[in-house]
């Protein structure tokens, strides 16, 4: 039997093992029920020729060490995948960019409402037996930016029509308004763009308005942590929502701000959402060994 190893935190789609089952694969599931390491990646290797993988980095190095013939993303992102090398060493890549679109458009729009309205603070109180109403403000009439417009941005920007918000994009692929010109403009800024790279560090965050609120749903380096704190402590930042984190599981410093919320990396965790990506990403995986 040939080793198909499966390194997303969980994989619970029993029609999805079976496929690898039926074609005589040997499955192997992630030990560590969490993001791999590089290193504990590569000691999973051996023997393995396909991958149905997460958001672990899979480098040159553990790519040429290796008997893999196929990479099959559970999700959107390939920037954690060296493509180029995956690309002069043989390795088919594929994912699976529209299974996540609706599961992470609502969790996004389900979580500024919650920044907005102060609701997660007062949840919290009242599992205390505290009762205190706080403040908080509408999403209506509210200029949000959404930065990264593609699958998932599109379809946030319909879920927001109803709220009446004056709606800004910005988008490396989309000839427009640019980043510097639409910060200061946002009182809602949400990330949804592909890429590893810094998109708001410290001088982003000096032309924002004060009392803006940041979501996070892309990649966590995306926002400069350091940066974040800072504007949470001024006041600069109302509020912020985060999805993902350079290193995860988290553990750092935004979890002392009641003002944040905090999600471990669930933009896609919905049943019907992680039942499509599964079978999509085994889909794939089949489709380049058995074409």
Same mark, same amino acid.
């Given at each position: ?9 969980? *994989? ?6 079976? =496929?690898?089952? &039926? ?10 029920? $969490? +993001? ?12 393995? !020729? ?40 043989? !390795?088919?890549? $594929? ?8 599961? &992470? ?28 109403? +706080? ?6 009439? +509210?200029?949000?930016?959404? !930065? ?25 692929? !989309? ?13 809602? @800024?949400?990330?949804?763009?592909? %890429?590893?790279?810094? &998109?708001?560090? +410290?001088?982003? *965050? ?5 009392? @803006?609120?940041?979501?996070? &749903? ?16 001024? %006041? /600069?930042?109302? %509020? ?16 002392? *701000? ?12 919905? =049943?019907?959402? $992680? ?11 089949? /489709?380049?060994?058995?074409?």
């Amino acid at each position: 039997m040939t080793k198909i190893l499966i390194t997303t935190s969980s *994989f619970e789609t029993k029609e999805a093992l079976e =496929k690898l089952r &039926v074609q005589n694969f040997e499955v192997v599931l992630n030990p560590h029920k $969490r +993001k791999v390491t590089p290193e504990e990646l590569r000691e999973l290797l051996p023997g393995v !020729i396909g991958l149905i993988a997460g958001t672990e980095k899979i480098d040159r190095g553990t790519m040429k060490n290796s008997q893999l013939k196929v990479i099959s993303r559970v999700g959107t992102g390939t920037d954690s995948i060296d493509l180029v090398a995956a690309e002069e060493l043989g !390795i088919a890549v $594929r994912n699976t960019p529209d299974a996540p679109i609706t599961a &992470v458009a609502e969790l996004t729009l389900g979580s500024l409402l919650s920044l907005l309205r102060r609701i997660h603070q007062m949840n919290h109180d009242l599992h205390i037996k505290t009762w205190d109403k +706080k403040m908080g403000v509408q999403l209506a009439g +509210k200029t949000v930016l959404i !930065i990264g417009f593609g699958r998932i941005g599109k379809y946030l920007a319909k879920l927001l029509e109803p709220f009446k918000v004056k709606l800004l994009t910005v988008d490396s692929a !989309i000839q427009g308004i640019s980043l510097k010109e639409a910060l200061p403009q946002a009182d809602i @800024v949400s990330l949804h763009m592909s %890429g590893s790279q810094q &998109v708001l560090g +410290k001088d982003e *965050f000096l032309i924002m308005k004060d009392g @803006v609120y940041i979501l996070n &749903v892309a990649r966590g380096g995306a926002v400069d942590e350091t940066a974040l704190i800072e504007s949470l402590k001024t %006041g /600069k930042v109302a %509020g912020a929502w985060l999805d993902v984190f350079s290193e995860e599981p988290y553990s750092g410093p935004l979890a002392e *701000f009641p003002q944040v919320i905090l999600t471990p990396h669930i933009g896609s965790y919905t =049943k019907e959402c $992680r039942t499509c990506m599964e079978i999509e990403a085994v889909d794939n995986l089949l /489709k380049c060994f058995l074409r």
